[in-house]
């Protein structure tokens, strides 16, 4: 059995099935990511592990011993929140002392504890502040210090870098990983955002209407998607012919399937084509190697090795 | 540019002239009565001495009224809070459409006059045989009747349901601020319902809950329709005692020394207990 | 997720109880048949209600508390828009200082503002005059016209009238057709709350109503000085009648709550 097994999980809100039936295994240490568009049930997922939704049916076992049987309050899991959730009138250090104190840990145990995780997450000398004081991402890294430091069993992290602008999420998401990786914590993310959820995890559960519809490592989901839906919602597709081809997988050639270059978006490390094709608008990805591009209203040649 | 910088006074003379001519002046004019003489035959005479300053700070009348006054002011802060503040909790958590339901049963007697309101516990009231003595002791709470009418228990009871809607209304709004995933982040972190409220909620909507007990406390001072009810020609606050003064003694300067005294030792106690809660919450709440 | 438990709502029953009873008592007093305070036990009566129209002082009282209330509330708001306007969209030196001086009748003792109008309509012969119960009720209800208008003056967004601008409006045009209809929900409420405020005021009314211009309140409160009789009780019915009807009428047109609570009224 799975280190964290959900099991025909399922929850309803009057007559929506929000989550419906999702079986997962988790197994120890890894990081995994709950994918999908907002309304998928990936939130409510995340809400039934940590006990603040019941389930309508289903199981959650952690570690072998069942999970719903024990309180919130008792089930010792670490969770950043969307809003990070701050204690807006504690300092950062009381912030992330506040789990070991509830769980009775000694002044200087905490002390040392609180100093640690502190410095892990970059912001030992931000102990004295107060949440209000600082940014955005230094809020963010006190919320997953807070979440750390009681040691869980499991970190859940609930679209924890959206709250910050492109550049700053790129960080955090580098540095996340490594902490994760460096303490090993067993890990869910919950995200809407593809490229987070590859860059992140060890597997990708991508959910649709309540239901997974592929588990797997994140190469494998892009690159064999095992429904339309999960191949649409990693990246961009093209279908051609009744084939799906990644747009970066097609390049212009000497032959191939004819086409008019519509229009032509010039994106820094690569180009975005549109071409009118006689089977539709092909959308393609060609890498800035420096090289002279097709302009606008060029004809040109599609081709694609099979796979 | 000229006209620019001219702009917001323009579009403010007329409320300017207004309080001006209806506010500063009259206010200007009760503190210069404050200082007339007058006499029983005499009436009022436009001369500057500090007679009635004088016994307004020396007669021991004037200082237990005052003392009064500020005792039940105090007392009926501390009741809008103790059952105040537990209400707009409860209220928060309720479930649509119970929460404006009750909101609305709260906060309306707000907008129903306070005169109709304070005859209501007249008549709960009402000496002896008045339903709240009736009902205590078939609770077995108390075994002979408490007075209720005419005394400053009365008048605090009847002052607290007056005033309850302020408390409420401040520490709901208070509520309202919370980030409710804050309680969760508390929850998950081991911490029990009773610890969530003493060491989360409350630290956060401590600065709504003072809000409102300045409020509280500068209306009860002030109040003058429930204590002249309930408190009759007896029980005398300091408004109550400056009416007293106005229109049957007719000793218009000594009721004006009185108001103007109500007026500065309000002010005083209100901007010294804003500026505290202000110095004391900056730094966190910005 | 978080649910009040039984000691919480039990808590709550005794709170709307304590909250009710004493509008509930007069209420129920008002229909008794007998010619003392006391519960109606086995019959109901309408004859204090009757009793009302052989008292033609409270009729007339309550026709003037309502003209001074629309009318007092009326100027109030007319007066509010360009001060708030100007608190809102200028920075100038002076800005606090009147903010503070317009709500300053929130702060001052109604008790000191009624004996300082006395002694000023006095002086200068509006003693016990309509008149100067509007001027009076103007500058009282001012600040809650102030904080609604100042809140919708605030609140609104400066690009719409810059694209009006751009679009050629004039100056005048952009009043006229954008920010006025933009902050006219802001205008409608407080002049409900500048209303209800003048309405039910009575202790600065008490000191400059004169026994030809009184108004409901002060009627009441003068008569109960007196006597504690059904008669007011039923009087009061009416009046927390009157008030309920408007009360549900208000919650369902704005929400009273926004209305109550109103936004935050410096504009940080």
Redesign the interface.
């Known amino acids: 059995m799975a280190f964290l097994a959900l099991e025909g999980l399922t929850r309803k809100f009057g007559t929506h099935l929000a989550v419906d039936g999702l079986s997962l295994g988790v197994e120890k240490g890894e990081f995994v990511a709950l994918l999908g568009p907002s309304g998928c049930g990936k939130t409510t997922t995340l809400q039934m592990i940590?006990?603040?939704?019941e389930p309508t049916s289903g199981a959650i076992a952690l570690d072998g011993r069942d999970l719903l049987a024990v309180k919130?309050?008792?089930?010792?899991?670490?969770?950043v929140?969307?809003?990070y959730?701050?204690?807006?009138?504690?300092t950062v250090a009381e912030n992330v002392a506040?789990?070991l104190e509830?769980?009775g840990v000694a002044t200087a145990e905490r002390t040392r504890r609180v100093a640690e995780t502190l410095e892990l997450v970059g912001l030992g000398t931000f102990a004295a502040r107060?949440p209000?004081?600082m940014s955005g991402g230094q809020q963010q890294r006190v919320a997953l210090a807070?979440a750390l430091v009681?040691r869980p069993q499991i970190l859940l992290l609930d679209e924890p870098l959206s709250n910050l602008d492109a550049k700053l999420r790129e960080e955090m998401q580098i540095e996340l990983r490594q902490i994760q990786r460096s303490v090993g914590t067993t890990t869910i993310l919950v995200t809407h955002d593809q490229g987070e959820a590859m860059a992140l995890s060890d597997r990708i559960a991508v959910m649709n209407h309540g239901k997974v519809e592929q588990f797997a490592p994140p190469h494998e989901a892009y690159e064999r998607p095992a429904t339309p839906f999960v191949a649409s919602f990693l990246g961009k597709t093209n279908l051609v012919g009744g084939t799906t081809v990644r747009p970066e997988k097609i390049s212009f050639a000497a032959s191939g399937l004819a086409g008019r270059v519509k229009t032509r978006i010039f994106q820094g490390n690569h180009w975005l084509y549109q071409v009118d094709t006689p089977s539709g608008l092909v959308t393609v990805i060609r890498q800035n190697s420096g090289e002279t591009m097709p302009g606008e209203g060029e004809t040109v040649h599609l081709a694609w090795g099979t796979t | 540019m000229r006209a620019m910088k001219a702009a917001p006074y323009l579009l403010s003379t007329p409320a300017l002239l207004l309080f001006g001519a209806i506010v500063v002046v009259p206010l200007a004019m009760t503190v210069a009565l404050s200082f007339h003489d007058w006499g029983q035959y005499k009436g009022i005479e436009p001369v500057s001495i500090l007679k009635n300053w004088h016994e307004v700070f020396t007669d021991s009348y004037f200082l237990e009224m005052f003392w009064r006054t500020f005792r039940i002011a105090l007392l009926v802060t501390l009741l809008t809070a103790v059952l105040g503040v537990p209400e707009a909790y409860i209220l928060n958590r309720m479930r649509s459409p119970w929460r404006g339901i009750f909101l609305l049963v709260i906060l309306g007697p707000l907008l129903i006059s306070v005169v109709a309101r304070t005859l209501g516990w007249a008549l709960l009231f009402g000496g002896s045989s008045g339903i709240v003595n009736k009902a205590l002791m078939s609770m077995g709470v108390i075994s002979s009747p408490l007075p209720f009418m005419f005394t400053e228990t009365g008048m605090v009871v009847a002052l607290a349901h007056v005033l309850m809607p302020y408390m409420v209304l401040a520490v709901w709004a208070a509520l309202q601020r919370l980030?409710p995933?804050?309680e969760?982040?508390?929850?998950?972190?081991?911490?029990?319902p009773f610890?969530v409220v003493r060491?989360?909620v409350l630290?956060?909507i401590?600065p709504g809950i003072l809000s409102g007990g300045v409020i509280v406390f500068a209306l009860a001072a002030s109040a003058f329709a429930t204590p002249a009810i309930i408190g009759g020609r007896r029980l005398k606050v300091a408004s109550t005692l400056a009416y007293d003064e106005f229109l049957n003694t007719l000793n218009w300067p000594l009721g004006a020394a009185v108001a103007v005294l109500l007026l500065l030792a309000l002010i005083a106690i209100v901007v010294a207990s804003s500026r505290l809660v202000e110095k004391r919450y900056a730094?966190?709440?910005? | 997720?978080s649910r009040n438990g039984p000691l919480a709502l039990a808590f709550h029953a005794l709170f709307v109880t304590f909250i009710l009873a004493p509008i509930l008592v007069v209420c129920f007093v008002a229909f008794t048949p007998e010619g003392y305070l006391s519960f109606p036990t086995d019959r109901w009566s309408l004859r204090w209600f009757h009793a009302i129209g052989r008292y033609p002082e409270f009729i007339s009282a309550f026709w003037r508390s309502l003209w001074l209330g629309a009318l007092s509330s009326a100027i109030a708001v007319a007066i509010s828009v360009p001060a708030a306007l100007a608190i809102a969209r200028y920075r100038f030196p002076g800005r606090e200082v009147m903010t503070t001086l317009f709500m300053s009748p929130l702060m001052i003792p109604h008790v000191v503002l009624g004996i300082a109008f006395l002694r000023f309509f006095t002086q200068i012969g509006l003693g016990g005059t309509f008149t100067g119960l509007v001027l009076a009720h103007i500058v009282i209800v001012l600040p809650f016209a102030l904080r609604l208008t100042l809140a919708s003056a605030v609140g609104l967004d400066r690009s719409i009238e810059h694209a009006a601008v751009s679009l050629g409006a004039s100056e005048w045009t952009v009043l006229k057709r954008i920010t006025l209809p933009l902050v006219l929900p802001g205008l409608v409420s407080g002049w409900a709350l500048a209303f209800i405020n003048s309405f039910d005021e009575v202790t600065m009314t008490v000191f400059i109503a004169a026994p030809g211009t009184e108004t409901l309140p002060v009627r009441m409160f003068l008569y109960i000085q007196d006597n504690i009789d059904p008669l007011v009780t039923s009087v009061s019915a009416c009046v927390i009648a009157i008030t309920v009807a408007a009360l549900v009428v208000l919650d369902r047109a704005y929400g009273l709550e926004r209305l109550l609570v109103g936004r935050n009224v410096h504009g940080r």
């Open positions: 940590a006990g603040f939704v919130p309050a008792k089930r010792g899991l670490g969770i929140f969307q809003s959730a701050l204690f807006p009138h504690m506040f789990g509830m769980q107060y209000r004081q807070r009681i | 980030d995933q804050i969760n982040a508390a929850v998950a972190l081991g911490a029990g610890t060491r989360i630290p956060q401590m730094q966190v709440f910005g | 997720m």
